[in-house]
């Protein structure tokens, strides 16, 4: 969490926090979705990133004279794909569109969009805050072109202009204007970006632009049915500066309605190293881009068996996968949640608990605590992880059977992560294995009260905490190995004596 002294604030935050309460922020978001196919939306040019600048833009995607574009029926299929995740209406017969505008990394002149008849339309998308669900409907999902790149850095009084993202399949993902402010935003961003990686449509490299959200801010008075001005903020490729964009303009927005003005509607950018919003142009509206029918594209049409053979494929989906758990495994809502936020994170958990037989809960604490913090400490992805699911899942098993003890169980996991040996060879070697023999615990156990007449006698007087002392006293004489369970059992039966 930053301090409010980071934040710059358009007007002074003491105005702004009682002026807040009056008001309330709207957001609906336009997610940009690279499809990853290995070639562009209407020509055959390859969509890798990183060739050198306008080697990856044939003649289709300058816009020679003559040619003419083809449709990608791959990136159709994805399309199709995330249409069915959402539970959205896919449109048996859509239209591709001309969306004309002027700009210099755009060579035709237009961009091939989809307007009145996208292929998706509908659908919603579920998120968690502040732990309740909150569903948010999607107005629409479209196919269209991206433009390619203007390039400022390096050059002197002019602008380089790479043309290798020029045609590059996009799906356009317009939700409805129904999150209620920064924190929600970025929740459904985070769960469409599982999403469209968990359906394979998207690779979500918000670095190399594969992601991009557009957020449409306006502030209307707290109980109002009806949506205020609204600004698009372009571009935002990180969550956290989604977040800060969104809250730096709904301040911005209140601060000039609080006194008097009018909100205008306009394109804005966001500015990181400043943290503001700033203008860029006039908002458009579409009939400022004279949308109309491509004439040389037919219209798109999908048969019902190809629909049919797309949803076959598809794997099973984030929020199903999370009912299961919580069904079958017994996990709370919460940790199922965790776990299906990335399809890797809950195939790890899935490969796992296949080795536990039934100690579900115990799979997910360790996968969601020690082997998710020690990725992160490592800045790892979970295929680099030097703990397998099935090394993780011995480990467990000792756990299970009361082999070691869990504070064991953490010596070993760090030493299975650093120097790649399994469970049952380190507690060997490092003579870790949990006293369970109930003679030699009985033993030590009336030796310790022996040792320690005082503590016992205050246990019995009522004094708690006396009782942990003589657990601590066994266990220190065990060297941690005697197992916890049976100490106290015993403990608890000969002071009651």
């Given at each position: 969490?930053?301090?409010?002294?980071?934040?710059?604030?358009?007007?002074?935050?003491?105005?702004?926090?009682?002026?807040?309460?009056?008001?309330?922020?709207?957001?609906?978001?336009?997610?940009?979705?690279?499809?990853?196919?290995?070639?562009?939306?209407?020509?055959?040019?390859?969509?890798?990133?990183?060739?050198?600048?306008?080697?990856?833009?044939?003649?289709?995607?300058?816009?020679?004279?003559?040619?003419?574009?083809?449709?990608?029926?791959?990136?159709?299929?994805?399309?199709?794909?995330?249409?069915?995740?959402?539970?959205?209406?896919?449109?048996?017969?859509?239209?591709?569109?001309?969306?004309?505008?002027?700009?210099?990394?755009?060579?035709?002149?237009?961009?091939?969009?989809?307007?009145?008849?996208?292929?998706?339309?509908?659908?919603?998308?579920?998120?968690?805050?502040?732990?309740?669900?909150?569903?948010?409907?999607?107005?629409?999902?479209?196919?269209?072109?991206?433009?390619?790149?203007?390039?400022?850095?390096?050059?002197?009084?002019?602008?380089?202009?790479?043309?290798?993202?020029?045609?590059?399949?996009?799906?356009?993902?317009?939700?409805?204007?129904?999150?209620?402010?920064?924190?929600?935003?970025?929740?459904?961003?985070?769960?469409?970006?599982?999403?469209?990686?968990?359906?394979?449509?998207?690779?979500?490299?918000?670095?190399?632009?594969?992601?991009?959200?557009?957020?449409?801010?306006?502030?209307?008075?707290?109980?109002?049915?009806?949506?205020?001005?609204?600004?698009?903020?372009?571009?935002?490729?990180?969550?956290?500066?989604?977040?800060?964009?969104?809250?730096?303009?709904?301040?911005?927005?209140?601060?000039?309605?609080?006194?008097?003005?009018?909100?205008?509607?306009?394109?804005?950018?966001?500015?990181?190293?400043?943290?503001?919003?700033?203008?860029?142009?006039?908002?458009?509206?579409?009939?400022?881009?004279?949308?109309?029918?491509?004439?040389?594209?037919?219209?798109?049409?999908?048969?019902?068996?190809?629909?049919?053979?797309?949803?076959?494929?598809?794997?099973?989906?984030?929020?199903?996968?999370?009912?299961?758990?919580?069904?079958?495994?017994?996990?709370?809502?919460?940790?199922?949640?965790?776990?299906?936020?990335?399809?890797?994170?809950?195939?790890?958990?899935?490969?796992?608990?296949?080795?536990?037989?039934?100690?579900?809960?115990?799979?997910?604490?360790?996968?969601?605590?020690?082997?998710?913090?020690s990725l992160n400490r490592a800045g790892l992805e979970i295929h680099q992880a030097p703990v397998s699911s099935e090394r993780l899942a011995g480990l467990l098993k000792l756990i299970a059977d009361?082999?070691?003890?869990?504070?064991?169980?953490?010596?070993?996991?760090?030493?299975?992560?650093?120097?790649?040996?399994?469970?049952?060879?380190?507690?060997?070697?490092?003579?870790?294995?949990?006293?369970?023999d109930s003679g030699e615990l009985e033993r030590i156990c009336e030796e310790v009260i022996a040792a320690n007449a005082r503590q016992a006698e205050d246990y019995r007087s009522g004094k708690e905490?006396?009782?942990?002392?003589?657990?601590?006293?066994?266990?220190?004489?065990?060297?941690?190995?005697?197992?916890?369970?049976?100490?106290?059992?015993?403990?608890?039966?000969?002071?009651?004596?």
């Open positions: 969490m930053r301090s409010e002294g980071q934040i710059h604030y358009p007007f002074p935050i003491t105005h702004y926090r009682e002026a807040a309460m009056k008001w309330e922020t709207v957001i609906g978001l336009e997610v940009h979705a690279q499809l990853s196919t290995r070639s562009k939306m209407f020509s055959g040019a390859a969509t890798a990133f990183g060739a050198p600048p306008n080697t990856q833009a044939c003649e289709v995607d300058i816009a020679l004279p003559g040619v003419l574009p083809v449709a990608n029926r791959e990136a159709v299929a994805k399309a199709v794909r995330f249409g069915l995740a959402v539970g959205g209406k896919i449109n048996r017969r859509s239209i591709f569109a001309r969306k004309n505008y002027f700009y210099p990394d755009l060579p035709k002149g237009y961009q091939i969009s989809q307007y009145e008849m996208p292929i998706v339309q509908g659908g919603a998308i579920g998120i968690f805050v502040d732990g309740r669900e909150k569903i948010i409907r999607l107005t629409r999902a479209h196919l269209e072109e991206d433009a390619g790149k203007s390039l400022h850095e390096g050059f002197h009084d002019f602008t380089g202009i790479d043309l290798n993202r020029a045609g590059t399949p996009l799906l356009e993902i317009v939700s409805e204007p129904e999150m209620s402010g920064a924190q929600e935003a970025v929740a459904y961003a985070r769960a469409l970006h599982a999403l469209v990686r968990w359906i394979e449509i998207c690779d979500g490299n918000m670095q190399e632009g594969s992601f991009r959200c557009d957020a449409n801010v306006s502030v209307r008075p707290a109980g109002s049915d009806k949506l205020g001005t609204r600004c698009e903020i372009k571009n935002l490729n990180s969550f956290r500066f989604l977040e800060r964009a969104i809250e730096f303009e709904a301040r911005r927005q209140i601060g000039i309605l609080e006194d008097g003005g009018v909100i205008e509607q306009e394109t804005r950018l966001y500015d990181a190293a400043r943290d503001e919003t700033r203008s860029m142009r006039t908002k458009e509206d579409a009939h400022d881009y004279r949308y109309f029918p491509d004439p040389d594209l037919l219209p798109l049409e999908v048969s019902e068996s190809w629909i049919g053979e797309i949803r076959s494929n598809l794997p099973e989906l984030p929020q199903a996968r999370q009912r299961r758990y919580q069904d079958e495994y017994g996990l709370s809502g919460y940790d199922a949640g965790l776990l299906t936020q990335s399809r890797e994170l809950s195939e790890f958990y899935e490969a796992l608990v296949r080795r536990l037989a039934g100690f579900y809960k115990l799979g997910a604490s360790w996968v969601l605590n020690e082997f998710m913090a009361n082999t070691i003890s869990g504070r064991a169980a953490k010596e070993v996991f760090d030493a299975m992560w650093n120097e790649g040996m399994d469970a049952d060879s380190i507690v060997e070697y490092r003579g870790l294995k949990q006293i369970s905490k006396a009782f942990n002392s003589l657990v601590g006293q066994v266990m220190k004489a065990t060297r941690g190995k005697a197992n916890p369970q049976q100490v106290n059992e015993i403990l608890k039966r000969k002071l009651s004596g």
